[in-house]
């Protein structure tokens, strides 16, 4: 089983960056598809951005396109989200997530908070 921590959340003023990052351990996940998540207070969990084996990443939203960049690093195990041009909606708690194609995300990481104050 993979176990997942996240790092490199904070506090962080609108217009600011942060760059968050995954480390697996248990398993090596460089054939694993890995994503981000997150969730804010009364809203639901909302997809962020997932990275395949090939590098191939897609976001979920334009918004999040435009300032999120997902990577990874197969030799550490790692993946990463750098997060510029951060606003305020973008508060929330953000986790990583790992799945073993073709299934789904099964193991997650305990989240990391990111608060973008205005």
């Known amino acids: 089983q993979v176990q997942l921590i996240e790092s490199g959340g904070g506090l962080v003023q609108a217009g600011g960056s942060l760059r968050l990052s995954c480390t697996a351990s248990g398993r090596t996940v460089s054939n694993y598809r890995l994503a981000w998540f997150r969730r804010a207070p009364v809203r639901e969990r909302e997809f962020v951005a997932s990275?395949?084996?090939?590098?191939?990443?897609?976001y979920g939203t334009r918004s999040m396109e435009s300032r999120f960049s997902i990577s990874r690093d197969n030799a550490n195990n790692a993946i990463y989200l750098q997060m510029n041009n951060l606003k305020p909606e973008d508060t929330a708690m953000y986790y990583c997530?790992?799945?073993?194609?073709?299934?789904?995300?099964?193991?997650w990481g305990q989240g990391t908070q990111v608060t973008v104050s205005s």
């Open positions: 990275i395949d084996y090939t590098g191939a990443s897609t």
């Open positions: 997530a790992a799945a073993r194609p073709p299934m789904a995300y099964a193991s």
